[in-house]
């Protein structure tokens, strides 16, 4: 029997300006309690990218990028986003009514998309490829460029 699982708090800044949304956080970032903990998983690799700096918490601070998940908690057997079922969302209207410098709302994956989209209708998002090694069908180079897009839009 799957036992329900509970995502991380965000780590949001007073003057970040974009949130980037994921489903719920891997088996190994719940373990580590840290976002995109997964060595695979290429998100950290794309910011890096365009900001020249190795520390994740700094990073996120120097680019204005608050990290959370649609999903509070699920039940889910493994990482995949596949597994994820009866979602409790967390409430991002209410973190974003209390970071009003958040002007943009970027989805990581098809999953945080469609979530947001069935909880949260009102709310403007714009969908980027899942980071994810998972979704083998960007290239690490096109997903920079894709982020790179929508980060410094």
């Known amino acids: ?6 995502g991380l708090d965000p780590i949001v800044f007073k003057d970040s300006r974009i949130l980037i949304l994921g489903s719920m956080p891997s088996v190994i970032s719940l373990k580590e309690q840290m976002y995109y903990a997964n060595k695979t998983n290429r998100f950290w690799k794309i910011l890096e990218s365009l900001y020249q700096e190795n520390d994740k918490i700094e990073l996120l601070k120097i680019s204005h990028i608050a990290l959370w998940d ?3 908690s699920c039940i889910r057997k493994t990482s995949a986003d596949s597994e994820i079922k009866d979602i409790e969302p967390n409430d991002i209207q209410e973190l974003l009514n209390r970071y009003k410098n958040i002007e ?8 945080s998309q469609n979530t947001m989209q069935k909880y949260f209708p009102n709310i403007q998002t714009v969908y980027c490829p899942s980071t994810s090694s998972a979704n083998a069908q960007f290239s690490l180079e096109q997903l920079i ?9």
């Open 1 to 6: 029997m799957c036992k329900r699982i509970v």
């Open 70 to 72: 649609i999903c509070h």
């Open 104 to 111: 943009k709302v970027i989805c990581n994956g098809r999953t």
């Open 145 to 153: 460029e894709i982020y790179k897009k929508e980060i410094y839009e």
